[in-house]
C-alpha cells in the first residue's frame, strides 16, 4: 500500500488512522457534512452501516448531520431497513425522458446530491460487510483539515470469497490500465473505482454524473480535469469485504468503465466507438508516453 504522504504522481495519500472523529468534529467550522448510499437490494447489509454512522458519528459525536439512501429500485426491504436504521431514503425514480429507465449507480449518485443538504458529501457502498465508522471519518480527514483538498477517493484490500488480493478485478484489468495509458496524471490512484469517496459540495456541482456504473471513473477525470490533479486525494481504509460478483456480472461494468474512459479522452463517437480507431489511438498515446 502507498505510505502516508505524496505518491510519485503527486496523489496525495493517508491513512485512516490519522483521524479520530472527536478532532475532525472541531475542524468542521460550521460546515455540514451529509453520508449518502445509493443501494438496490442491499437489505442485508445497508441497516447496519446506517445503524452505525447514526451511532458513532451522529449520535456519540456530531460529525455527520444527515444520512441519505437512494433506493434504486430494489425489490427487497432496502428502503425499510435503512428507513428503520435512521436514514432518510429517498426513491429513484426516471425524471427525463429518453434517459432510458432513469435507474442505475451514476442516477443514483446524482440524485443523492441533488437530496443532500451538506455542504461536503460523503458516498458510501451499501453492500460492505465490515464497515466501521473510519470509513467516514477517513474520507472526511482531508477534505476537513487540508484546505487544498478538494476531492478524495477511498482505497483498500480487497479479497475475493476470502483469498487476499485478488478482489477488484475490473479495476486492476480494466481501469488503472486505461488510466495509466489514456490519464497517466491518474495513474498513482490504486482503486479509481471505489465507491467511497468525499468531496466538497461544489466540486459535485461542476462535474456531470455518468450513468450506470462508469461513474466513479468519470468522476475521477472530470473533477481532476476541472480542478486540478492538486485537489485529490486519497485514503486507505484497511480491508473492505463486500458482496463479490460472479465474473460474468462484471462484463457489464468493465463495458461501462471502457466507455467512460475512452469518451473523457475524445476517442469515443456519441452512440460508441470504433474498436481499429480506438486501438490506434491507445497506441499513439503509448507512444507519446514513451
Known amino acids: 500500500m502507498i505510505a502516508p504522504g505524496r505518491s510519485p504522481e503527486s496523489i496525495a495519500s493517508f491513512d485512516h488512522s490519522q483521524y479520530r472523529a472527536a478532532a475532525l468534529v472541531e475542524a468542521k467550522h460550521g460546515r455540514s457534512v451529509s453520508v449518502c448510499l445509493p443501494a438496490r437490494n442491499e437489505e442485508a447489509t445497508v441497516g ?14 456530531r460529525l455527520v448531520d444527515e444520512i441519505v439512501v437512494v433506493d434504486d429500485g430494489s425489490t427487497d426491504r432496502t428502503a425499510d431497513h435503512a428507513a428503520r436504521a435512521g436514514a432518510r431514503v429517498v426513491t429513484l425514480i426516471p425524471t427525463t425522458a429518453g434517459a432510458g429507465d432513469g435507474s442505475g449507480k451514476g442516477q443514483a449518485l446524482a440524485r443523492a446530491t441533488v437530496e443532500a443538504t451538506g455542504d461536503i458529501v460523503v458516498f458510501l457502498d451499501a453492500d460492505v460487510r465490515n ?13 476537513l ?6 476531492f478524495v477517493k477511498a482505497f483498500y484490500r480487497r479479497p475475493l470469497h476470502g483469498r487476499r488480493g485478488e478482489g477488484g478485478r475490473v479495476s486492476e484489468l480494466v481501469a488503472r490500465p486505461l488510466l495509466a495509458r ?23 456541482e461542476e462535474v456531470d454524473f455518468a450513468d450506470g456504473y462508469g461513474v466513479e471513473l468519470a468522476m475521477l477525470i472530470d473533477v481532476a480535469r476541472r480542478f486540478g490533479v492538486g485537489c485529490l486525494a486519497q485514503v486507505d481504509l484497511g480491508e473492505r469485504v463486500h458482496r463479490n460478483r460472479p465474473l460474468a456480472e ?4 468493465a463495458a461501462a468503465v471502457l466507455d467512460v474512459a475512452l469518451a473523457r479522452a475524445g476517442i469515443a463517437g456519441v452512440d460508441g466507438y470504433d474498436g481499429d480507431q480506438a486501438f490506434m489511438a491507445i497506441t499513439a498515446t503509448d507512444r507519446r508516453l514513451a
Not at 447496519?48 to 459525536?61: F, P
Not at 483539515?145 to 478538494?150: F, I, Q, W
Not at 462484471?250 to 461494468?253: A, H, I, P, W
Open 182 to 204: 489514456l490519464f497517466p496524471h491518474l495513474s498513482g490512484v490504486v482503486q479509481p473505482l471505489a465507491g467511497e469517496c468525499a468531496a466538497q459540495r461544489r466540486v459535485l
Open 250 to 253: 462484471l462484463r457489464s461494468q
Open 131 to 143: 464497515f466501521g465508522p473510519h470509513f467516514v471519518t477517513g474520507l472526511l480527514g482531508p477534505l
Open 145 to 150: 483539515l487540508r484546505p487544498e483538498v478538494a
Open 48 to 61: 447496519d452501516i446506517v445503524a452505525v454512522v447514526r451511532r458513532d458519528l451522529i449520535e456519540r459525536v
